[in-house]
């Protein structure tokens, strides 16, 4: 997987952006970066339903240690998972940016 970037300017959650669960050595490293001067709170959460099902609604789980953040963090999912999200759940101003980067043992 690439490394990938989306970003979210209002109380929304983003699309699934599906990660290669396949991989041998799974990693994960996820940073969400704040504009200057945001006002927002945000969770990054994951998922194990398939995305790309339209027939299966996905169930999402908090990712640890990225949960109601209203500042820059960074954090790991070591597991494999079908897709991330960023959930922003409350809104005044600003946008939040979501860098995932996947490591695997190829």
Same mark, same amino acid.
Not at 79 to 91: D, E, G, K, M, S
């Given at each position: 997987?690439? $490394?990938?970037? /989306?970003? *979210?300017?209002?109380? /929304?959650?983003?699309?699934?952006? $599906? ?31 398939? /995305?790309?099902? $339209?027939?299966?609604? $996905? ?24 897709? /991330?999200?960023?959930? *922003? ?18």
């Amino acid at each position: 997987m690439r $490394p990938t970037q /989306v970003t *979210v300017s209002s109380q /929304v959650a983003s699309a699934a952006i $599906p990660v290669d669960w396949r991989e041998n050595d799974f990693k994960l490293a996820l940073a969400v970066v704040l504009s200057a001067g945001a006002s927002l709170t945000y969770s990054v959460q994951h998922t194990f339903d398939s /995305v790309q099902d $339209p027939s299966v609604t $996905p169930t999402w789980f908090s990712t640890d240690g990225l949960t109601s953040l209203s500042a820059n963090a960074d954090g790991n999912i070591s597991f494999p998972v079908i897709a /991330v999200r960023l959930n *922003v759940t409350a809104y005044t101003s600003g946008s939040a940016t979501i860098n995932i980067i996947q490591a695997g043992g190829r």
